[in-house]
């Protein structure tokens, strides 16, 4: 079987050479095997596990939160109803970020219809409202 350099698998993982790496030291993908000139020799099937990785980043999941889903992923006997329920708590996660970020919007809507864009930078009807805000938590 043939093995890959680390430069070899961040080509076909489409990462870079740092991200594997740094997923070796968080414990992600296992320390590979090392030629006796001290160079990292992968399997090929590092790829597939980096890309899983790659793109359980994409919909959100935390390094943790993927650390979970690979041993779910090689554990035997394991229902896939754990998969579900993990997924769908990062669904819920998901759904509260986007509601914080929805009020962030609806608020910063209300102070950019208040400000003329005129005027001094004293009378800032948006410094105002943040300055405000600030001491009313102190």
């Known amino acids: 079987m043939d093995h890959l350099t680390i430069g070899q698998v961040a080509k076909r993982a489409g990462v870079g ?17 090392r030629r006796p000139s001290g160079y990292r020799q992968y399997e090929p099937d590092i ?8 793109r359980a980043k994409e919909l959100g999941f935390s390094l943790r939160e993927i650390a979970e889903l690979l041993s779910l992923r090689v554990a035997r006997g394991r229902a896939c109803e754990a ?3 993990r997924a769908a708590a990062k669904m819920e996660d998901i759904d509260s ?3 914080g970020l929805e009020r962030m919007k ?4 209300h102070l950019v219809e208040a400000c ?16 405000a805000d600030e001491r009313g938590r102190t």
């Open 47 to 54: 790829v597939r596990r980096i890309r899983f990785i790659q």
């Open 83 to 85: 998969v579900k329920a």
């Open 17 to 33: 050479v740092e991200t594997i790496r740094f997923y070796e030291r968080e414990g992600l993908i296992g320390k590979p095997a």
């Open 97 to 99: 970020k986007i509601a």
């Open 116 to 131: 003329a864009g005129r005027g001094s930078v004293g009378e800032c009807p948006i410094l105002e409202a943040l300055d």
């Open 106 to 109: 609806r608020a910063l809507t």
